[in-house]
Nanobody, 118 residues
Framework: QVQLVESGGGLVQAGGSLRLSCAAS????????MGWYRQAPGKQRELVAT???????NYADSAKGRFTISRDNGKNTVDLQMNSLKHEDTAVYYC????????????WGQGTQVTVPS
């Protein structure tokens, strides 16, 4: 059974930085996309950034220039370095893995809270 465990959330002042980490355990097909999504109160879950197993990245406009996604294929981990945080980055951040071959399953982590006070 696949599990995604996030860590690194917390409270940080505007302008500060946080690094989120996600570790995937279990059997996941190597050809996949790992990513981070977020959901603020009263809003829909939205894409933050994704990275493929070939290290191709995609960022939401709100994340470009401030956030950096990276992965370690050997460890099945994906990180999100967040700099210059703003109040509007406040949300629960979810790790996501989407297989691109085989059963093409989608997995979600339990979420980690990021709070940037106004």
């Amino acid at each position: 059974q696949v599990q995604l465990v996030e860590s690194g959330g917390g409270l940080v002042q505007a302008g500060g930085s946080l690094r989120l980490s996600c570790a995937a355990s279990g059997s996941i097909f190597r050809i996949n996309i790992m990513g981070w999504y977020r959901q603020a109160p009263g809003k829909q879950r939205e894409l933050v950034a994704t990275i493929s197993s070939a290290s191709n990245t995609n960022y939401a406009d709100s994340a470009k220039g401030r956030f950096t996604i990276s992965r370690d294929n050997g460890k099945n981990t994906v990180d999100l370095q967040m700099n210059s945080l703003k109040h509007e980055d406040t949300a629960v951040y979810y790790c996501n893995v989407r297989e691109l071959i085989g059963p093409m399953r989608v997995y979600w982590g339990q979420g980690t809270q990021v709070t940037v006070p106004s």
